[in-house]
């Protein structure tokens, strides 16, 4: 029984996001969603990559945090559209959700929609958004045993995103335990090594965006 | 409807909870319920403190993970008992499991049974497991404004491990606006600043361990 009710919420989430998929396509709008635990960088990143788009690029964010609007004003000071959903204590967004901060967004002057997600490497797996793709951020601090330790993240993943490069030196992080992790879980994710903090990597990070877009 | 269902699940899981924490008083072992976000070092901490614990202080360590028994191996080469669960994709761990580990343990030949919780920052804190108090590991590379934006977390802590301490000068992390956030989310909780890559802050921690002993 309750099985059936938590595959009855899974059902209806998917044919919602069915239809924000097909209504961002039709508006040409390519759309990320973007996942990591708590502290892995998401916001720091896209605080750097969007100042570095192409101008006729345009983007909006939408963030989902527990509480706070924090990280919404923090991408509101690069002057792209951001808007805050608070779940009020729901571990992940769901479809529902997205579709209600869609309508707050100028969606004709947009090509690209980052939707940061609840920080946690768990539960946002489960619930599809509409999204064109999966960025899963991965912090050097969090250790290389992620992708084995939390398989539903990663092998939905199109670019894992190993963030915080700059502090390698001083952990045990070992990049081809991480490489072999993921080989094995989703081979086809492409892994870049970058840092919000002092920009590395993200010449590349910004042509792989520019690359995918409709 | 589907909230009921949840009600009744949180209301059988309290009912089971309570029988383990009257078991374990009985038995005058006191248990931590550790809880963190993945990477955030649950395990490296207990690999360091588990071995500085005085000779009569015996610990027994259950590890909940969605996959992999990595790290109860991790902990079983300190020599204590070591019990593994895995969670299959549930985001935390419940009383239920934690009942069935117990089965596995010799409950007289131990004083402190540490529950290390599975990774992330907002699930488990909904369950309780019949635990003594909660231990919340937030470390230094995830960032200070982790309280306010997780706050149904912090608010039951018994005391907060601030980790990766050594990493401290290499990020942004400011200790007062941490500290700050505590005060308005948890004013009881104890803040330790410790490092499991260098040890510091472990005497400390030891002695709030043994302090607490029944």
Known sequence: MKVNVMSDILKANDLLAQDIKE?????QIVSWNIMGSPGSGKTSILERLIPMLPGDVKAAVIEGDLATSRDAERIAKTGVQSTQIN????????????RTALEKIDLDDISILFIENVGNLICPAGFSLGE??????????????????????????????????DLKSQTNFRIDNFTR?????????????ISATNGSGFTELVNWVVGRLL
């Open 87 to 98: 779940t009020q204590g729901a571990c992940h967004l769901d479809a529902a959700m997205v």
């Open 23 to 27: 209504m961002l396509k039709k508006k």
């Open 181 to 193: 992790e993921m080989k094995k879980i989703n081979p086809q994710a492409d892994i870049m090594q």
């Open 132 to 165: 064109t793709g999966r960025i899963i951020v991965s912090s050097i601090t969090e250790g290389d045993d992620k992708p084995e330790k939390y398989p539903s993240m990663f092998k939905n993943a199109h670019v894992v995103l190993l963030n915080k490069i």
